[in-house]
Structures are given as C-alpha cells and as structure tokens.
C-alpha cells in the first residue's frame, strides 16, 4: 500500500466492500487508511510516522484505553511514567474473526487485557471494523467499565483553515487553556489557532465539513467528543509530524471520560462521507 510504505513491514489487513476500502494494522488495531470511493482518501496517516521501538502510529485511528491523556491517578497509584493515551496503541492485538457478506465486511480485533496497576481490568477488549458501500464503523467493547477509552481519529483535509465542524454546544474542557471551563457560543467551531477541546454531552452525530465534501461522524456509548488540531508550535515539536503536517487534519475524537460509569464499555464511531458539496 503506497499511502504507508514507510511503515515497513506493519501488519496490515485490507478490507474491500464494493468500492470502499480499509486498511487496518493488528498494531493497535489501528485504523490506516478508509476510502469510500477509490480516489477519496478520508482518514490522514503522517508521512513520518513510524511504529518500530513501541511507537504509537501518528495518524489513522488510534485506540486508546484504560486512559485518555495522561494516565489519571486511578491507574497510576504508584505514580510511575505512564504512557500517554493508554497502554494498547502500542501492542498487538489478534484477529478472532473476520466474514465477508454481500453487504459488510468485518474484522474483530481482540487483546487479552494486561497486567494493570488497578482492579477494574476487564478480561478483554475488542475492536471490531465494519466497513459497508456507505460507511465504516468501529466498535470498541469490554465486558468491564470504570476505564476510559477514545477512537482518536485523525481526518485528513485539503486545510484546515477551510474547515469547520458542527454542531457543536454545551460546555467544553479547553486543554490550550488549563482545562478551563467554556460554552461553546456558536454551532461549529473553525480552527484558527490550536485546538484541544473535550466537549461534554456531544451529539450523536458531528459534520466535518470543508471547501469541497463532508464527512459525518456519528457516535453511540460516548460522553464526550474530543477536537483536536496541534497549530504551528506543537506540530514542529512532534518529530513523527512534518512542521506543516497540522495543515492537513483535524481530530474529532469519540470518547468516554467518565471513570464512575460501571456498565460495560461499548463505544461506536460510524465514519459516513457525504460526498462532494455543490
Ligand atoms: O486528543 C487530543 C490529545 O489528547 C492532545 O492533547 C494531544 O496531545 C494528542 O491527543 C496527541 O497525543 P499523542 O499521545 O498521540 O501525541
């Protein structure tokens, strides 16, 4: 696959339903690569990213879990250093299923949970893609909760100064800011400066849209959705990003932050392009 050639030798498993394809690493069973259409590329990947030396994958879909951001203080009871965004991004995972109908092709992505520094760990978590003609979805489930997890997804873009995503409202944690408190004042947000933003009780469903198409995000099981674009600064300190490489994407991320929640993690991200705008 050309798009990722400098991932040399990754593990990859390519998924084709009609026109739409996927490709997806047992790395982290992380997402590389969505084209609904042959030309239409969705998902961005960094051309310097790199996966060898326990590296996460810069780009693509990553999964986080048991943690988002900095391991919290429930994980980390013996203040070790911890990576950031969870401990599976950077493991393999296996593949315990995978079919082909008429309509869907599946793949279920399984890890045997590891030896955690808390007491809630479930026995499993699962990652299954489904990609069809009109959309792909990811599903993340455990048979546990008390754990935080996200589908990081990394969308590519013609600019990002062209794009904007909706609808947005209710308050949000400004991570540029000290975490800080804010209500969203308008109904999309556009991106003119860095952005890391965890909105509370988001939709269910998110439109990036930019110059030419758009891409609907629709979510299930989450309490919050994360936006995400580095800028200037923080891009060029990212050695697996090109100093430039925040022109190209936005993250709109699904996640679920809570860590009182007790029902079993189930957390869906179905990924629909709207096509070409008129
Ligand atoms: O989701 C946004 C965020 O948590 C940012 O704060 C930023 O650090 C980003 O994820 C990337 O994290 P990573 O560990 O992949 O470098």
Do not use: M
């Not at 996460?56 to 919290?72: D, E, M, N, T, Y």
């Not at 990394?154 to 800080?180: C, I, P, R």
């Amino acid at each position: 696959q050309s798009g990722f050639a400098h991932l040399t030798d990754l593990p990859c498993y390519v998924l084709q339903c009609g026109q739409a394809t996927a490709v997806i690493s047992s790395y982290g069973a992380h997402l590389l690569s969505y084209k609904p259409e042959a030309e239409v590329e969705l998902i961005y990947l960094s051309p310097e990213a790199v996966w060898q030396n326990n590296t996460p994958i810069r780009g693509g879909v990553p999964v986080c879990w048991p943690w988002f951001g900095p391991a919290a203080a429930e994980f980390n009871p013996k203040a070790q250093k911890l990576p950031n965004h969870g401990v599976v991004r950077t493991e393999f995972w296996q593949v315990i299923q995978q079919s082909v109908t008429e309509t869907e092709v599946r793949i279920e992505f399984r890890i045997a949970t590891k030896e955690l520094p808390y007491t809630n760990a479930p026995s499993y978590l699962s990652l299954t893609l489904q990609l069809t003609e009109a959309a792909l979805i990811l599903t993340l489930n455990s048979d546990q909760g008390l754990q935080q997890a996200a589908l990081h997804s990394y969308f590519t873009v013609d600019s990002v100064h062209q794009v904007s995503v909706s609808t947005l409202a209710g308050a949000y944690l400004d991570k540029v800011k000290a975490g800080e408190r804010f209500d969203q004042q308008h109904p999309e947000l556009k991106f003119t400066a860095e952005v890391d933003r965890v909105y509370l009780d988001t939709a269910d469903e998110l439109t990036l849209e930019q110059a030419k198409n758009a891409v609907q995000i629709a979510q299930q099981g989450h309490d919050a959705s994360v936006l995400w674009n580095p800028w200037i600064e923080k891009a060029a300190a990212l050695k697996d990003l090109p100093d430039d490489g925040y022109l190209d994407f936005v993250c709109v991320e699904t996640a679920r932050l809570s860590l009182t929640t007790s029902a079993p993690l189930h957390l869906v991200q179905q990924i629909r392009y709207l096509g070409q705008l008129e």
